[in-house]
């Protein structure tokens, strides 16, 4: 019975440490997609802040969705060039 709760706990500790780690991951690209929008250059300086408030309030899902839909499309460019 001792064993049974042990292996209960052991995995409970497991799926914590990999939520954290992907926690952990999750911000570190949210914080790169921040600086990337910073430094990148826009055809419109609106189009900079508008980017920047997407990422910054929609967290992870802003920065996701600004990886797809700038940042990606912005390696098929230059990778064409």
Request: cysteine-free.
């Amino acid at each position: 019975m001792l064993s049974y709760f042990a292996g209960i706990y052991a995995l409970f500790l497991i799926v914590w440490l990999v939520l954290f780690v992907l926690g952990i991951l999750g911000m570190v690209f949210w914080i790169m997609m921040i600086i990337d929008v910073t430094k990148r250059k826009f055809p419109k300086e609106d189009d900079r802040v508008i980017w920047l408030l997407v990422v910054i309030f929609l967290g992870i899902v802003g920065a996701i969705v600004y990886y797809f839909v700038i940042k990606k499309d912005t390696k098929k460019h230059t990778d064409k060039i």
